[in-house]
């Protein structure tokens, strides 16, 4: 810090020089004191204070050193500087002398930390140089032996495994010997575990371990191969040969033998059922002896009950076998009742629970998840689904009822059903979830509308492919009498007649008075009517006018109903049926138009072999020559031999209408080429127009004829009369008749000026070409030519 004259103040206690105030000059002095300002003491320097204190700012006072000379004061003096001599204040020595000795303390304090230091830094220099090397040789030495400690542990406990091994393997071969199967079986899993940990162990590849392994896999296979024997032995299988199948006969011949000892014979023998098959399961092979046994009973014995109802089974218990065959009975029905399918299949899981799979499983040591597990439950996880398939489709299929009214006799079936699980469950066969085969048989109102379905398919699959000239007259008083339609502003169901209410007496009922459930009635998804007619009936269909018109009705009758099946048999079905759902309004064009195709095919055809046979008449032309005139004659003579074939063919099958519109235009194709090749001829003689006209005429006496529709020809004369309606061309062809006679006068006078029965036929342009072929050119042509027009 720092005086208000600028000098600095050193503190009181520092033993520094700088405590020593200089003392200044004479003359600098005088200006100070004269400037009036008076120094320590009871002077002030720029401000008043207590007497003895210094001014704010201002140090008290400034110890003088010795040594200092009287040359100067300090600056803190009474401010009259005019004294020489260098005395200090006499307060200030006494603290000087106390203050000395405190300094020189510390310095020798100082020099002795100083010292210590330099010992310090001595020490950890000696330290860092041979200490650390000593250290770093120890942690050296730790670690090898550390290493070292680590191998010999690993030596140790391979040879502990190895030790474990081989008392296991003799162990496995005592046990073994005294047919103690099980403890064998444990002791070689035992072996295997120590053998597995061995070969785990990287970086000791021993060569012994590879001797081991086959060592354990030979003495593996050999307990396997002697538990295989046992194993035959106490399960013994007589088959019939391969080459007679699975026949009823061969059925007959096959046993199963099951040996059986005493507990007082096993404990002689050491062998039982339960040691072989429980030495089995610890060897993890038992799965495939008991798939192995249990596809042969599904094969031989389980399956053969179920598809043969005539096969009963036999037991035959002896000292040490249980025998099981059958016997053939004559049968009752062609299909067992579910009842006593189940009970030939129970007897037969209570022998096998007797005698051979009441056995609790030994899981292998390491695997202790599946303790408590049984043979039996086992055996039916494997076979279970196999076997509830085959009973379900060969058993409870043929039992489901084919009428409503049998459904409440299914419900023995449903009870003894759960009765045959529970026995089953109670023998451990089944699991408490499984129950497949109860869900089918309770789920029967279901299985009764998929069968009556079925059924109905495969009767009309019958019917398709049936002869289709097996035909049904239907006549408007044979036709099926529907039920009166319902009034359709009606919308109470409650208040409407039953449909047996609506139904005459002499009309066939076919339907069940008793509903059911809304999920019982469903339509088959596949229309067959659509697929099999037409595939199947194919090429007859192409080939036979007679079938393509039967076909023709078959898919007309049904189309019309199906405009009425879904309100005949509305309120027969469930609510959900019965709100408009169940209508088959959709399907009737698709078989009308399945009908319309198939005949229109077979026209088609006809009308290719009407062209045909027109085509070899040599286009009419130069009738003068005989032989063209026979060709067309003959040409004319087949066409109306086709046309009253097909009247005949489709007499009485096709409806009037429809046969006298498909004669018609027939007749109409052949009338309509015969013009188209008159009217392009251009060059008629006389005697060409009188064999035209003669041609012509033979299609006009005898082309009504084709109408046939009924057997009776008093009554097709309506029809042969009303030739006009059905032909097209009719007038057309008979117009051209009256040209081919007349003479130019009389056409003109036909033309009547484009009103007359001639331009109602015929256009200008085929007149004139009619005339220009008939008449030569004279002025009587051209003034008849003018006037058509």
Not at 584 to 596: A, E, K, Q, S, Y
Request: glycine share 6%; hydrophobic share 40%.
């Amino acid at each position: 810090m720092r005086s208000p004259a600028g000098t600095e103040t050193p503190h009181p206690f520092c033993p520094s020089p700088a405590a020593v105030a200089p003392v200044p000059p004479r003359g600098a002095e005088r200006e100070d004191g004269g400037g009036g300002g008076r120094l320590a003491g009871g002077g002030r320097a720029g401000s008043l204070g207590p007497p003895g204190q210094a001014g704010p700012g201002h140090p008290a006072r400034a110890p003088v050193p010795p040594g200092a000379g009287a040359e100067g004061r300090a600056g803190s003096g009474r401010g009259a500087a005019g004294s020489g001599s260098g005395r200090a204040p006499t307060g200030l020595v006494p603290k000087y002398s106390e203050f000395l000795p405190s300094v020189q303390a510390a310095e020798e304090l100082r020099a002795q930390v100083q010292e210590l230091c330099g010992s310090i830094d001595l020490l950890k220099a000696g330290i860092e140089s041979e200490v650390q090397r000593d250290l770093n040789v120890a942690v050296a030495e730790f670690t090898e032996l550390k290493q070292q400690l680590e191998r010999d542990t690993l030596v140790l406990s391979i040879l502990k495994k190895l030790q474990e091994f081989d008392i296991a393997m003799e162990k496995y071969n005592t046990a073994f010997l005294e047919k103690k199967y099980v403890a064998a079986a444990q002791h070689l899993e035992t072996a295997r575990s120590s053998l597995r940990l061995l070969e785990s162990r990287k970086g000791f590849e021993l060569k012994i371990l590879k001797a081991l392994g086959t060592e354990l896999t030979v003495q593996t296979q050999n307990m396997l191969y002697h538990l295989g024997e046992e194993w035959q032995k106490l399960a013994v299988w007589k088959l019939p040969p391969s080459k007679e199948g699975s026949s009823l006969e061969s059925v007959v011949h096959s046993e199963l033998h099951l040996h059986t000892v005493s507990s007082k014979e096993e404990e002689i023998a050491g062998t039982s059922v339960a040691s072989v098959l429980q030495a089995f399961a610890v060897l993890g092979e038992l799965h495939t002896k008991l798939k192995i046994f249990g596809q042969l009973l599904l094969k031989h014995i389980l399956k053969p009950l179920i598809l043969y109802p005539s096969l009963q089974p036999c037991t035959e218990e002896q000292s040490d076998v249980f025998i099981l065959r059958f016997k053939s009975e004559e049968p009752s029905l062609d299909h067992s009742s579910p009842m006593k399918v189940f009970d030939k299949i129970k007897l037969i899981f209570e022998v096998l629970h007797k005698y051979l799979l009441n056995v609790p499983l030994e899981q292998p040591v390491e695997d202790k998840k599946g303790c408590g597990v049984t043979l039996a439950e086992l055996l039916g996880d494997m076979i279970w689904e196999d076997l509830s398939d085959c009973l379900i489709q060969n058993c409870l299929v043929n039992s489901i009822p084919t009428n409503s009214s049998k459904l409440e006799q299914y419900i023995e079936v449903i009870k003894s059903t759960e009765e045959f699980e529970k026995a089953l469950k109670n023998m451990q066969f089944l699991k408490e979830d499984t129950t497949d085969l109860l869900k089918y048989a309770r789920n029967v109102n279901s299985h009764f509308a998929n069968k009556k379905c079925q059924d109905v398919i495969v009767a009309a699959r019958n019917l398709m492919t049936s002869e289709i000239h097996n035909t049904v007259k239907i006549t408007p008083d044979s036709c099926v009498a529907l039920p009166k339609l319902p009034n359709p502003g009606a919308g109470d169901h409650s208040k409407m007649p039953k449909a047996s209410e609506l139904l005459h007496n002499n009309m066939v009922n076919l339907e069940n008075k008793t509903k059911l459930s809304q999920h019982t009635f469903s339509l088959p998804t596949c229309r067959i009517s659509f697929c099999i007619m037409p595939t199947y009936h194919k090429e007859n269909l192409q080939k036979l006018p007679q079938l393509a018109a039967i076909h023709h009705n078959n898919c007309m009758y049904i189309a019309h109903h199906l405009l009425t099946l879904g309100h005949q048999f509305r309120y027969r079905l469930t609510n959900i049926l019965c709100d408009g759902a169940a209508t088959f309004v959709d399907m009737v064009p698709g078989f009308r138009r399945l009908g319309t195709e198939c005949f229109l095919a077979q026209m088609r055809v006809q009308k290719g072999e009407i062209l045909e046979r027109l085509s070899s008449a040599r286009n009419f032309s130069n009738m003068d020559d005989e032989e063209n005139y026979r060709a067309a004659n003959k040409a004319i003579r087949q066409v109306l031999h086709q046309l009253k074939r097909l009247g005949k063919v489709w007499q009485d099958v096709l409806p009037v209408n429809v046969y006298c519109k498909a004669m018609g235009t027939l007749l109409n194709t052949a009338l309509t080429e015969i013009v188209t090749r008159i009217t392009a001829l251009e060059d008629i003689s006389a005697e060409d127009a009188n064999r035209l006209y003669s041609l012509c005429r033979i299609m006009v006496e005898e082309g009504p004829q084709v109408f046939t529709p009924l057997p009776e020809d008093d009554k097709n004369k309506k029809y042969q009369e009303e030739v006009p309606v059905y032909v097209q061309k009719w007038m057309t062809f008979k117009e051209l008749m009256i040209i081919l006679q007349a003479n130019l006068q009389e056409i003109v006078d036909q033309w009547a000026d484009g009103k007359g029965p001639l331009a109602a036929e015929f256009s200008a342009a085929e007149v004139k070409s009619l005339i220009r072929a008939l008449f030569q050119n004279t002025e009587r042509r051209a003034a008849a030519l003018a006037k058509i027009k």
